[in-house]
């Protein structure tokens, strides 16, 4: 690969655990309540699955977004940013 491919990569890549972050929250978090929808959406085997690909992508944008910061800038600064405002939701909600 060359080094515009492995960029153009490595930049969906963050785009899609972003959109599937964003996505899952505004689902579970902001959606969900107002429509009186409690609990898993699915069979526990797919939640659990749900839950642990979206743990996978938060860590992965948390610790991997600032050695991303020099060559693909805003989608890392993106996802470091939406990152750590689940975690500060996350904190508050549960603390």
Known sequence: MTTSQTSRYWRWVF??????????????????PHFGWRGPFASPGFTMV???????????LLVASPFFLRSQRGV??????????????FIVTFV
């Open 76 to 89: 890392a600064l993106a996802g470091l940013i939406i990152a750590l405002c689940g975690l500060v939701y």
């Open 50 to 60: 749900h839950g642990v690909v979206v743990a996978v992508a938060w860590l992965f």
């Open 15 to 32: 785009i899609v655990l972003e959109a599937m972050l964003v996505g899952s929250f505004a689902l579970c978090v902001l959606i969900a």
